[in-house]
């Protein structure tokens, strides 16, 4: 069974930076396409930066340049390093691979104060 597990959010402010990890099992996490996805109060979930096994990265237009997606497979962990934090970044993010989608995990709290 597929699991994965968020951590490394909390409240900062706009121009602070945090970093999150994920952690997944029961995959064959080295080879798949892992992604950060985000779902702000009142929106869809929608794809942040996505991480191939090569690895290509790839982001979402409002956060390049602030947003870097990485990955390490002897740890089975995807990580998300969010700088230069905007108010508009505030949501609960989480990690699954690119389609076929996994059970999503409980993700984790971003919270950007102005």
């Known amino acids: 069974q597929v699991q994965f597990v968020e951590s490394g959010g909390g409240l900062v402010q706009a121009g602070g930076s945090l970093r999150l990890s994920c952690t997944a099992s029961g995959m064959a996490f080295s080879i798949e396409y892992m992604a950060w996805f985000r779902q702000a109060p009142g929106k869809q979930r929608e794809l942040v930066a996505s991480?191939?096994?090569?690895?290509?990265?790839h982001y979402t237009d409002s956060v390049k340049g602030r947003f870097t997606i990485s990955r390490d497979n002897t740890k089975n962990t995807v990580y998300l390093q969010m700088n230069s934090l905007k108010p508009e970044d505030t949501a609960v993010y989480f990690c699954?691979?690119?389609?076929?989608?996994?059970?999503w995990g409980q993700g984790t709290q971003v919270t950007v104060s102005s």
């Open positions: 699954n691979r690119q389609l076929p989608y996994a059970a």
């Open positions: 991480i191939t096994s090569l690895p290509i990265t």
